[in-house]
């Protein structure tokens, strides 16, 4: 991956074409989503073993790391959310821990990620800086404005398959990288609203009504994919999604919600 040749400045090239940023994410980091645990791991450290938990958060980290050379920016802010999830999580429901402290280790290690973020701005990071802000979905989200005309689309969509014309392709395309418009494209509102209502039911019922960290999780996670329809985050057949949906049934069970941290232990772990 790291010896992958690419250029962002191919004249005429589209996303995908030989030599193109689009053809070195396509084609250097396949199978790489599969390498890293499922982020609901990070979140079980009070269930599962310091040893195993140490092991999940370093291939989470290194996941983090590729992200950053690949300059993946909408996969990158999320992992960083996640990390933030864990942290705050954690010090809210500890009692014991001193608040000052935790704000004290926090501000240190943002510290520390803005010294390393400058010594190595022109390597590391080079790809990541050189990207920024540049808008790579406006353009996409005003074909799909300008084809979804009619009050039917937005309500019920084209189905699974349906497309819109892209205009940057002059072509027509079946999927969309903004999250919540690859859903209304898909079933409209009918299928967008149930779908994020669901989820934030879920958070709410899972986080501000349960009595243990496993709900709360699960909780997060289920706010968290909410949060990732902007980025990207459209529902598909992998494990992360079933993860979500796991974690709706869980946040929404009273039989999981009454148990305390201990019960959870010995009922799931």
């Known amino acids: 991956?790291?010896?992958?040749?690419?250029?962002?400045?191919?004249?005429?090239?589209?996303?995908?074409?030989?030599?193109t940023y689009g053809?070195?994410?396509?084609?250097?980091?396949?199978?790489?989503?599969?390498?890293?645990?499922?982020?609901?791991?990070?979140?079980?450290?009070?269930?599962?073993?310091?040893?195993?938990?140490?092991?999940?958060?370093?291939?989470y980290v290194g996941s983090i790391l590729i992200q950053v050379f690949l300059a993946r920016r909408g996969g990158l802010s999320m992992s960083l959310l996640y990390i933030a999830a864990v942290w705050g999580m954690y010090s809210l429901n500890d009692k014991s821990a001193s608040k000052i402290k935790l704000v004290a280790l926090a501000l240190v290690s943002i510290g520390l990620c803005f010294l390393l973020f400058n010594s190595m701005a022109d390597s590391f990071f080079s790809v990541l800086i050189e990207r920024g802000t540049e808008d790579t979905r406006g353009g996409v989200e005003q074909g799909?404005?300008?084809?979804?005309?009619?009050?039917?689309?937005?309500?019920?969509?084209?189905?699974?398959?349906?497309?819109?014309?892209?205009?940057?392709i002059m072509d027509y395309r079946s999927d969309i990288e903004t999250g919540y418009l690859a859903l209304v494209?898909?079933?409209?509102?009918?299928?967008l609203v149930p779908y994020v209502a669901i989820l934030i039911l879920s958070f709410f019922n899972g986080y501000f009504r349960s009595r243990n960290l496993f709900c709360k999780s699960f909780a997060i996670l289920c706010l968290m994919q909410v949060v990732n329809l902007y980025p990207y985050g459209w529902p598909a057949f992998n494990f992360?999604?079933?993860?979500?949906?796991?974690?709706?049934?869980?946040?929404n069970s009273k039989k999981f919600r009454r148990l305390d941290n201990i019960q959870i232990a010995e009922y799931c772990f």
């Open 1 to 19: 991956m790291t010896h992958y040749s690419w250029s962002f400045d191919v004249p005429g090239a589209l996303w995908g074409e030989k030599g």
């Open 23 to 59: 053809d070195f994410i396509s084609n250097s980091t396949k199978g790489i989503a599969s390498l890293a645990p499922a982020v609901i791991m990070i979140f079980f450290k009070k269930f599962i073993h310091s040893r195993y938990w140490m092991c999940f958060m370093v291939a």
């Open 144 to 168: 799909f404005y300008s084809d979804m005309k009619s009050d039917e689309d937005w309500m019920f969509g084209r189905g699974w398959f349906g497309r819109y014309y892209e205009p940057a």
């Open 185 to 191: 494209l898909r079933g409209g509102l009918f299928y």
């Open 240 to 251: 992360y999604h079933f993860v979500v949906w796991v974690g709706v049934w869980v946040c």
